[in-house]
């Protein structure tokens, strides 16, 4: 099994910034994909960004693009997210999950294996 546990969520205003770190402990591999989904009230979890074990493959959702930044630290078993520029709608819970598959950086929720409890991002107009 594998233990995924976010944090470095919060409120701030419009405009402000954050970074999200998840931690993965148990039966962990560097060479998973790792990645971040949200979701807001009432609406279905949705993509946010992906990175493979390398760094070299990250896939962002379009909503997120030239905001977000997704890094990984294979030593410490730790995947960030870096929210600069945060909007109302980026207010939700965000998730981080691991995609044990071994090719490819999925953006499709069904295709990840582990996921952690997700930390709440509330963004102020």
């Known amino acids: 099994q594998v233990q995924l546990v976010e944090s470095g969520g919060g409120l701030v205003q419009a405009g402000d910034s954050l970074r999200l770190s998840c931690v993965a402990s148990?039966?962990?591999?560097?060479?998973?994909?790792m990645g971040w989904f949200r979701q807001a009230p009432g609406k279905e979890r949705e993509f946010v960004a992906a990175?493979?074990?390398?760094?070299?493959?990250?896939n962002y959702a379009d909503s997120v693009k030239g905001r977000f930044t997704i890094s990984r630290d294979n030593a410490k078993n730790t995947v960030y997210l870096q929210m600069n520029r945060l909007k109302s709608e980026d207010t939700a819970v965000y998730s981080c999950a691991i995609d044990r598959r071994l090719f490819g950086v999925s953006t499709t929720v069904n295709d990840y294996d582990y996921w952690g409890q997700g930390t709440q991002v509330t963004v102020s107009s």
């Open positions: 990175i493979n074990w390398s760094s070299v493959t990250i």
């Open positions: 148990g039966r962990t591999d560097s060479t998973y994909v």
